[in-house]
């Protein structure tokens, strides 16, 4: 190889190294990204499935469509992803308790992707409440006055 062939493989190796955040545009600050990707996905997933009690009874609501499952779906990547961007430098606080927090969101994320892939309700259901739990333990340690989201199943003021 050619002494100049060296210089060009060299850059290319510190350019492939070198760390690549300047190629990212953090659009949304860490409360925008609650209020506008996280929250209305995770409202989204926790309404799909339940029971509702009015004049006529008990009503399940469930998915029941193809398109329907699909939306719960794309709901549940929706969250599982917004653990990866809470860990983008300019969002990331820490690499320790933040990471494993966000770590959990990936991973109840990934729970509720399977959940929604099987057309299982109940499964839906249980993964929402650990994606509720992922949601909770964060703001207990991060956002002491967010505490919990507007989970519909444990709102008692709206009916
Ligand atoms: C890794 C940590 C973390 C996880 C996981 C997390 N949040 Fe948050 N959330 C925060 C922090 C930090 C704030 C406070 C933001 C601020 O004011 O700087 C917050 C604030 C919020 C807010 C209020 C935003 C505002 O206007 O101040 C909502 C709504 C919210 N989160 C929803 C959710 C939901 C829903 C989930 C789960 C699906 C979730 N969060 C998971 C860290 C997290």
């Known amino acids: 190889m050619t002494k100049i062939n060296w210089l060009v493989a060299t850059v290319l190796l510190l350019i492939a190294c070198a760390p690549d955040t300047e190629r990212f545009t953090l659009v949304a600050d860490v409360p925008e ?7 209305p996905a995770a409202e989204f997933y926790w309404d799909a499935v339940g029971y509702i009690l009015d004049e006529n009874g008990v009503r399940e609501i469930r998915p029941n469509t193809a398109e329907e499952w699909e939306a719960v779906r ?6 599982a992803e ?5 860990l983008m430098d300019g969002r990331v606080r820490d690499r320790g308790d933040w990471t494993a927090l966000s770590e959990a969101l990936i991973e109840t994320g990934q729970q509720a992707i399977k959940a929604a892939d099987l057309r299982d ?6 993964a929402g409440a650990e994606v509720y739990y992922a949601c909770a333990n964060c703001h207990a340690k991060y ?6 989201p507007n989970d519909v199943r444990s709102d008692t003021t709206s009916s």
């Open 33 to 39: 990204l609650m209020n506008s990707v996280l929250e």
């Open 74 to 79: 794309n709901a549940a990547f929706i969250i």
């Open 82 to 86: 917004s653990g990866n961007l809470l």
């Open 121 to 126: 309700a109940s499964a839906v259901f249980d």
């Open 143 to 148: 956002a002491v006055e967010t505490l919990r």
